[in-house]
T-cell receptor
Framework: RKEVEQDPGPFNVPEGATVAFNCTYSNSASQSFFWYRQDCRKEPKLLMSVYSSGNEDGRFTAQLNRASQYISLLIRDSKLSDSATYLCVVNPVYNFNKFYFGSGTKLNVKP | DVKVTQSSRYLVKRTGEKVFLECVQDMDHENMFWYRQDPGLGLRLIYFSYDVKMKEKGDIPEGYSVSREKKERFSLILESASTNQTSMYLC???????????????FGAGTRLSVL
């Protein structure tokens, strides 16, 4: 079983829509969680860290559900520029210097 | 801003050639990583280094070696390139940390390697 799993999509949504992705992780002791954004043929860039209490950054909200072992990313009022692949990243508790990546969820925002 | 610089964006090599991919970071990070990224497989860790001259194998080290002689530089070496090593190679760095959330990874722009 993979450490981190994501629905590859693509999610095709119109501008202005709200869209949510989930990411499940297998190690219940995982401690740190991140969402990265990757544009086509570019490197991944940090979108946001995910805190236990949930956190928001503008139109983006990240949540952690430890009981069900998933994290989510909610994007409100989607923009064309949000089109990208979103990668979920997890640190195991025994090693904050090791990272497990999901394969990514592709989002296409259409006019 | 953290800067991670990879020496080449695109590289074309022949089967059997020795290939060097260079990565430099300017933030005094202890950790440096080499990944490859292939469609449908996501990022897979090749090697990881947490200090000068220290290295650990990742998930797919076969056919690769690494060198870290200076803190800021981490090199990936393909001893004898093969066509199945055609891929996007990404270097990353992060702080060493015992606290979650302090250890954000920063990536270089990637090297797209084609082995013919």
């Amino acid at each position: 079983r993979k450490e981190v799993e994501q629905d590859p999509g693509p999610f095709n949504v119109p501008e202005g829509a709200t869209v949510a992705f989930n990411c499940t992780y297998s190690n219940s002791a995982s401690q740190s969680f991140f969402w990265y954004r990757q544009d086509c043929r570019k490197e991944p860039k940090l979108l946001m860290s995910v805190y236990s209490s949930g956190n928001e950054d503008g139109r983006f909200t990240a949540q952690l559900n430890r009981a069900s072992q998933y994290i989510s990313l909610l994007i409100r009022d989607s923009k064309l520029s949000d089109s990208a692949t979103y990668l979920c990243v997890v640190n195991p508790v025994y090693n904050f210097n090791k990272f497990y990546f999901g394969s990514g969820t592709k989002l296409n925002v259409k006019p | 801003d953290v800067k991670v610089t990879q020496s080449s964006r695109y590289l074309v090599k022949r089967t059997g050639e020795k290939v060097f991919l260079e990565c430099v970071q300017d933030m005094d990070h202890e950790n440096m990583f080499w990944y490859r990224q292939d469609p449908g497989l996501g990022l897979r860790l090749i090697y990881f280094s947490y200090d000068v001259k220290m290295k650990e194998k990742g998930d797919i080290p076969e056919g690769y070696s690494v060198s870290r002689e200076k803190k800021e530089r981490f090199s990936l070496i393909l001893e004898s390139a093969s066509t199945n090593q055609t891929s996007m190679y990404l270097c990353a760095s992060s702080l060493w940390s015992t606290e979650g959330g302090k250890n954000i990874q920063y990536f270089g722009a990637g090297t797209r390697l084609s082995v013919l």
